[in-house]
């Protein structure tokens, strides 16, 4: 009885040594994941510092509002105008402009 409870602890306890040793890998790819991440925010803010793009996506973003301010009329037909544009070009430009923002952007609205 006493070897049985013996094999029993042994058996508890490399079960528990092994779920141990598998968080500490999963705790170390999480950690190598996130130095990626942030290695590759850092090269890409790089590569973005002469860029005009996210100036252009904020204009264009925004011109609707300056337009409705302006002209309400104009800015409702330009919108309907876009509503009627194909589904496949309407993707294109949400993704445009998403890419441009960063996509990270898009997992804080989500998660809301």
């Given at each position: ?11 508890a306890?490399?079960?528990l040594?092994g ?46 509002c ?17 509503a ?29």
């Amino acid at each position: 009885m006493i070897q049985l409870l013996g094999v029993v602890g042994s058996l508890a306890q490399t079960f528990l040594e092994g779920k141990v040793e598998k968080q500490k890998a999963k705790s170390e790819i999480m950690k190598t994941a996130a130095q990626h991440d942030s290695k590759w925010e850092l090269i890409m803010a790089e590569s973005t510092k002469s860029s005009w793009k996210d100036e252009i996506i904020t204009i264009v973003v925004l011109a609707p509002c300056v337009m409705a301010w302006i002209d309400p009329d104009l800015a409702k037909r330009g919108f309907d105008v876009i509503a009627e544009l194909p589904d496949w070009y309407q993707n294109i430009l949400y993704v445009t402009i998403l890419a441009g923002l960063g996509l990270k952007g898009l997992d804080r609205f989500r998660k809301k």
